[in-house]
């Protein structure tokens, strides 16, 4: 999740090597949104609604026009809503198989006082239009693996899904191996699509559940903390294979455990690749409270946008015609980073960029609000 626009999202590892690809999952609420040179941003149908858990859908959508839909396996697609008068972005994982382009299944899981994910999960019905760009996102197995281990707690076992089904289709000599972590039996999301993929594929793809609350169906109970995953590792034999690549995907605190475990390990960076979900901020926080002059350096012009209060950098920029590179909208693909030349701006917290990024004067334009005046340079 290669990146859509070929820009390489870096977030703080906890190793000595440059930290492996990451994605911080946030919504952004947005202004008037102006398509960029080289975006996809279409209106897909909702072919189908498929009630996942209690809490979870997917979403089945379809190209009206019949045109295909491309995304690599572990891609995640921004979706726009309208709530008010005021379009909401939002991101969410394809949890189908990439080789399957007719359609694409987003899956969504409702959070407490969610705006988008509220809506979709309780109102949205075949036949519905959404409106969707993408794919984004560098969270994607390179080529060559032949064992790769998948991490997942609740929601993040979406684009681990999708990784799943894609790769045991297309790779015939790669080991899967799961480790998946939900409140219950109730909560597994996918959770019947999981037997039948460990069945369909046995042997090259194996499933631990691990659930807070007992049920025969967990080969562990508890959290998904440091202990726990390595005991699901050390059953799998997954630190047996040098070659072998982790993906982990869920909220930060099982992110963080699984982290540590694979650390202790002295799993490399190379080795790994991380994927936060982690709930939108307050779109309207941050910034300044009164309008702010930033000049844009862009492709050796300088255009000066006002930014006015509770919009960011780029939607101000989009407001007034001005072209600046953009991809996912919501601070997850670094597609919009820019330097800031002069001035101080609000960074919208967790983005993709790591620390020696920031060190070094760059933001995102898309999660990004000015303090006061500005100058940035498109790079």
């Known amino acids: 999740m290669g990146l859509f626009s070929g820009v390489k999202s870096l977030v703080q590892g906890i190793f000595k090597d440059k930290p492996p690809p990451f994605d911080d999952r946030k919504g952004s609420a947005s202004g008037t949104k102006a398509d960029a040179k080289g975006v996809q941003s279409r209106t897909l149908r909702v072919r189908e609604v498929v009630r996942e858990t209690q809490d979870a859908i997917s979403m089945v959508l379809v190209d009206p026009s019949g045109a295909p839909i491309a995304f690599e396996a572990g891609q995640f697609f921004t979706v726009t809503r309208h709530v008010g008068d005021k379009p909401v972005r939002?991101?969410?994982?394809?949890?189908?198989?990439?080789?399957?382009?007719?359609?694409v299944r987003l899956t969504v899981k409702e959070?407490?006082?969610?705006?988008?994910?509220?809506?979709?999960?309780?109102?949205?019905?075949?036949?519905?239009?959404?409106?969707?760009?993408g794919p984004s996102g560098s969270f994607t197995v390179p080529g060559g693996r032949k064992r790769i281990v998948l991490i997942g707690g609740g929601s993040g076992?979406?684009?681990?899904?999708?990784?799943?089904?894609?790769?045991?289709?297309?790779?015939?000599?790669?080991?899967?191996?799961?480790?998946?972590?939900?409140?219950?039996e109730p909560d597994i999301i996918f959770k019947d699509a999981l037997k039948e993929l460990e069945a369909e594929h046995e042997g090259r793809f194996r499933v631990r559940h691990v659930l807070e609350d007992a049920h025969e169906i967990a080969s562990r109970q508890g959290r998904l903390d440091r202990a726990t995953v390595l005991g699901e590792l050390d059953g799998l034999g997954a630190f047996e294979h040098d070659g072998t690549m982790f993906f982990v995907c869920g909220p930060v605190g099982m992110m963080d455990e699984a982290r540590a475990a694979l650390e202790s390990r002295?799993?490399?960076?190379?080795?790994?690749?991380?994927?936060?979900?982690?709930?939108?901020?307050?779109?309207?926080?941050?910034?300044?409270?009164?309008p702010q002059s930033v000049d844009v350096l862009l492709n050796g012009e300088r255009h000066q946008v006002v930014v006015k209060p509770g919009l960011t950098i780029l939607e101000a920029a989009q407001d007034q015609g001005v072209d600046m590179p953009f991809s996912c909208t919501v601070?997850?693909?670094?597609?919009?980073?820019?330097?800031?030349?002069?001035?101080?701006?609000?960074l919208g917290e967790p983005n993709c960029l790591d620390p020696d990024e920031k060190a070094d004067g760059y933001i995102l334009a898309?999660?990004?609000?000015?303090?006061?005046?500005?100058?940035?340079?498109?790079?």
């Open 366 to 379: 898309c999660v990004s609000k000015p303090l006061g005046p500005c100058v940035v340079e498109v790079e």
């Open 90 to 103: 939002r991101a969410y994982s394809a949890s189908s198989p990439a080789h399957v382009t007719s359609e």
């Open 331 to 346: 601070g997850g693909c670094a597609s919009c980073r820019v330097k800031l030349k002069s001035g101080k701006v609000s």
């Open 111 to 133: 959070v407490p006082n969610g705006l988008v994910s509220t809506d979709l999960v309780r109102n949205l019905k075949a036949g519905d239009s959404i409106d969707v760009s």
């Open 266 to 290: 002295k799993i490399p960076a190379s080795r790994l690749k991380e994927e936060r979900f982690v709930s939108p901020a307050d779109a309207s926080a941050g910034g300044s409270e009164e």
């Open 157 to 184: 076992i979406t684009p681990l899904m999708s990784i799943a089904r894609t790769h045991l289709t297309a790779n015939q000599a790669m080991q899967i191996d799961l480790v998946y972590g939900s409140r219950g």
